[in-house]
């Protein structure tokens, strides 16, 4: 045990401390939870608050209190902590102090060598700032170790064959992307572009000043001008972040935020998670050009990426896995957790340096996306037109980590539409005729308004594969809801069929001929004719849309042009692939940073080479 060396990321929002167990990477908890708030504060005797305390303390006492100091390490700068001035090492000597007592207790013996994280980013003055405070802390920084490669490390590294990681690593107050390249246990940093004043403390900026403006516009107050006013302010846009992440709608409420003429102000606000998005696109839009820099600066494009991997909790935020996959063209790994995988990683280096044999992590992910059927005014060609009835909306993506929560807003397309038919469905295929339906259910009586009415699908999915629908008229708050068991049993194609008239046994449905055909049985235009048969015949179930965002047809359009593309490039020579390559990837460029005048010229360009391939 003497050997025994933890791994700690120092974030600049949250810390962790983990050690390796029986070939496992373990996040040491403190009453059952992983992380520690990278808060310092005084409370009023002068006794030390470091992590919940600090954080719960600094809502109301903001000036005894400081809060990501990770951002000042390597500046010559002094913070004040009550009527006391400290450096940012002495700050985050406190933060490493802690977890180390945490280790110590949990491994029974003290705890005196450490791997510590940093972004890759990091200068070396930055980084030797950080090795001062783990000496300050009464550690042996054994090794200084850069994020990305601490991330990379939970991913299996240990595979033969060469691989290249690129590691989109959003905190609460850093930013970079690096790619890493792994083989036979060796990872080496190829590229890595970024800021280390970029992340969610921004995004939370960003949202109070929007509610705070709103409120200022209404009461004539500003919620900014008192320090405790502004403080429980940014912690409740904080909680509404996170909110965001998972569901398109959350609420802000504050009682007695502030008063008005000796009377109290509360404060009541509704945020959509679009608005929120496009709060933050300036901040997005820049770790984009990271992500484009880091692939120029390491010589690859993005079809030579083999997994991207999300690190930090900012990364929650649907919009960052949308415009990954929209730039790299395949969807980003977030199986282990984003807030501990650093922290993680750094146990697995730790125990690698120390000679302890690591085996890959284990975690419980879904399976198979989880989702809705839902109308789409595209048909199976990519094209806008009449309405494709049978596309797939996944709620809860593949590889998931579970349990998990996850809701999306719909519209209905019918003005006064009063019923709506939810219908679960298992699969990948963004037709949904191709997926397994594990259930469904009507929500009925919805309010006689005009066609836009917005119903939440919510999906709740436990580690025992039980999952919770609900459908949630947003307007009213009607809700409907039913429970599906064994929602992660892969279903075989012989088995499908009895599988779903089983299913429809047990849920009480009446029998009828099968309608989600494979695809194998019914060729695009049989699909095309029986859809405007039921359109012509009257209303179908279920008349769902997607909600509408803004550049929605230029981005399916985009699409479908890009997947003809591949096609096309698979038998290309290699002069005309590597033309394609940088065709497409203009693409999804103009997509990524919706551009979109500048993205119909990319498809333009792209599409008369096709022309000219096609016929060569």
Known sequence: MSDVIIGIDLGTTNSEVAIVRDGQPHVITENGDPILPSFVGLSDEGKLLVGHAARNQWVLAPDRTIKSIKRKMGQNVKVKLGDQEFTPQEISAMILRTLKDRASRELGMEAKKVVITVPAFFNDTQRQATREAGEIAGLDVVRILNEPTAASLCYDPSHREMRRVLVYDLGGGTFDVSVVQSQ???????????????????????????????????????????????????????????????????????????????????????????????????????????????????????????????????????????LLEERLGQPAHCEVNPDLVVAMGAAVQ??????????????????????????????????????????????IRRNTALPSSRSEVFSTIHDRQDIVEIEVFQGEAEDVRQNHRVGNFKIEGLAPVPAGNQIVVQLDLNLDGILKVSAREKAT???????????????????????????DDLLGLPGGRDEYVDDDEMTDDEFLDEAAEELTAGPTMPELAPAPREGQRETVQARALLEKAERIREKASPEDQTELDKLMQHVRVNVTDRKWDALSKACDELSDVLFYLEDA
């Open 184 to 322: 036979e246990g060796v990872v080496e940093v190829l590229a890595s572009h970024g800021d280390t004043a970029l992340g969610g403390d921004d995004f939370d900026d960003a949202m109070l000043k929007h509610v705070a403006d709103q409120f200022q516009a209404e009461h004539e107050v500003d919620l900014r001008a008192n320090v405790v006013s502004r403080a429980r302010l940014l912690r409740a846009v904080e909680a509404a972040k996170r909110q965001l992440s998972e569901h398109p709608f959350t609420r802000i409420e504050e009682e007695f935020i502030a008063e008005k003429n000796g009377l109290p102000l509360h404060l009541n606000v509704e945020l959509s998670r679009q608005d929120f998005e496009e709060l933050i696109k300036p901040w997005m839009d820049r770790t984009m050009d990271c992500v484009q820099r880091t692939l120029d600066d390491a010589k690859l494009t993005a079809r030579q990426i083999d997994k991207v991997v999300l690190v930090g909790g900012s990364t929650r935020s649907p919009i960052v896995s949308r």
């Open 350 to 395: 730790s125990a690698l340096i120390a000679g302890t044999e690591v085996g890959a992590v284990l975690v419980d992910i879904t399976p198979h996306s989880l989702g809705i059927r839902c109308l789409d005014y595209r048909a199976a060609d990519g094209h806008f037109g009449m309405p494709f009835q049978y596309r797939f909306a996944p709620i």
């Open 477 to 503: 708050g009607l809700l409907k809801q039913i429970t599906i068991e064994n929602a992660l049993q892969t279903i075989t194609d012989e088995s499908r069929a009895h599988s779903r008239q089983r299913l």
